[in-house]
């Protein structure tokens, strides 16, 4: 694994091992071992949208590592001013370790993967959200011991997480089913890679999708960059939401995951957020573990 770039490159094992690791490196923050797997190494962060969760877990991860992160606002280098995503990379890779990006088009990060000689990990962009995925799955896997067996529905907007939800979670060995409206479908190379697996379900009926569920996940339903749509894609998403009703239809055990930040009462009910805040917060934290992992395997 040379980079982090979406979760159609990760194998099976390779996800496992970083899921492995991420639960050693938690297990050692919360004893106080000292982990310095990263001493004397940089990592730069561009960030063209805002963020809460990844820039301070890749930040304070970095720093538990005993390196260091740099976070480097898109409006603040040449980037913001045209210089091209290929010769950032050719320079940046003379000076850093290792290069986290958020941007908008998932191409952006291939070419800065291409031409930069450093590892490359994708930090958002519209087409995946890796890092919140591992995140995901190290979670599901604390709370439920393991992956087989257990089917996770994903109910909202065929967006970054649906997309790496659907490869992440199939890849880990659960079955998948996804209720998104019309017009709001996960990307072609997912449901390419998806139809291959005979415990995958598409559907427009959120209620049909979370039978029998042990994992219900939600994301917003305008994601940014599509801040403009927000009134339209209320209306296209109603009733595509995680609510008292949906978690009737799953196992009467089932937890619920959301990548923050939450809209209640949009694609998820107060009440329910409340009654799963503990598996939700506890997913926020992974966030830096499963980080620290990827950052140990592509930087160490
Ligand atoms: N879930 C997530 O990526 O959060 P931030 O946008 O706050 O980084
Ligand atoms: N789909 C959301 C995820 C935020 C972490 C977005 O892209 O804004």
Same mark, same amino acid.
């Given at each position: 694994?040379?980079?982090?770039?979406?979760?159609?490159?990760?194998?099976?094992?390779?996800?496992?091992?970083?899921?492995?690791?991420?639960? @050693?490196?938690?297990?050692?923050?919360?004893?106080?071992?000292?982990?310095? +797997?990263?001493?004397?190494?940089?990592?730069?962060?561009?960030?063209?949208?805002?963020?809460?969760?990844?820039?301070?877990?890749?930040?304070?991860?970095?720093?538990?590592?005993?390196?260091?992160?740099?976070?480097?606002?898109?409006?603040?280098? @040449?980037?913001?001013?045209?210089?091209?995503?290929?010769?950032?990379?050719?320079?940046?890779?003379?000076?850093?370790?290792?290069?986290?990006?958020?941007?908008?088009?998932?191409?952006?990060?291939?070419?800065?993967?291409?031409?930069?000689?450093?590892?490359?990990?994708?930090? *958002?962009?519209?087409?995946?959200?890796?890092?919140?995925? *591992?995140?995901?799955?190290?979670?599901?896997?604390?709370?439920?011991? @393991?992956?087989?067996?257990?089917?996770?529905?994903?109910?909202?907007?065929?967006?970054?997480?649906?997309?790496?939800?659907?490869?992440?979670?199939?890849?880990?060995?659960?079955?998948?089913?996804?209720?998104?409206?019309?017009?709001?479908?996960?990307?072609?190379?997912? *449901?390419?890679?998806?139809?291959?697996?005979?415990?995958?379900?598409?559907?427009?009926?959120?209620?049909?999708?979370?039978?029998?569920?042990?994992?219900?996940?939600?994301?917003?339903?305008?994601?940014?960059?599509?801040?403009?749509?927000?009134?339209?894609?209320?209306?296209?998403?109603?009733?595509? @939401?995680?609510?008292?009703?949906?978690?009737?239809?799953?196992?009467?055990?089932?937890?619920?995951? +959301?990548? *923050?930040?939450?809209?209640?009462?949009?694609?998820?009910?107060?009440?329910?957020?409340?009654? +799963?805040?503990?598996?939700?917060?506890?997913?926020?934290?992974?966030?830096? +573990?499963?980080?620290?992992?990827?950052?140990?395997?592509?930087?160490?």
């Amino acid at each position: 694994m040379k980079h982090l770039l979406k979760m159609l490159d990760l194998s099976k094992e390779e996800i496992i091992d970083i899921l492995n690791l991420a639960d @050693q490196l938690k297990y050692e923050l919360k004893h106080s071992i000292p982990h310095p +797997h990263l001493k004397g190494r940089s990592l730069g962060m561009i960030f063209q949208k805002a963020s809460t969760r990844t820039r301070v877990s890749f930040e304070t991860g970095m720093y538990q590592l005993g390196g260091h992160a740099l976070f480097l606002s898109a409006s603040d280098l @040449q980037i913001g001013r045209g210089e091209p995503v290929q010769d950032t990379a050719r320079v940046l890779s003379r000076y850093l370790d290792g290069i986290m990006i958020r941007t908008y088009k998932q191409e952006e990060v291939e070419n800065l993967a291409e031409y930069g000689s450093i590892p490359v990990i994708n930090g *958002l962009t519209d087409f995946s959200h890796p890092c919140q995925v *591992l995140a995901d799955l190290m979670t599901i896997r604390e709370f439920k011991g @393991q992956f087989d067996d257990l089917k996770m529905c994903f109910i909202g907007d065929g967006n970054n997480m649906a997309n790496s939800l659907i490869v992440g979670c199939l890849k880990a060995g659960m079955a998948v089913s996804a209720a998104c409206p019309e017009g709001y479908r996960p990307a072609p190379e997912v *449901l390419e890679f998806a139809k291959d697996y005979d415990c995958f379900e598409l559907t427009d009926s959120p209620i049909k999708a979370a039978e029998n569920a042990d994992v219900l996940i939600t994301d917003v339903w305008a994601s940014m960059g599509q801040e403009g749509e927000a009134e339209k894609r209320k209306l296209a998403f109603k009733g595509y @939401q995680i609510n008292d009703e949906i978690m009737a239809a799953a196992k009467s055990d089932a937890m619920v995951q +959301h990548c *923050l930040p939450a809209h209640r009462e949009e694609e998820i009910t107060e009440k329910v957020f409340e009654a +799963h805040a503990n598996e939700i917060f506890e997913e926020a934290e992974n966030r830096l +573990h499963a980080q620290k992992a990827v950052m140990v395997k592509l930087m160490a």
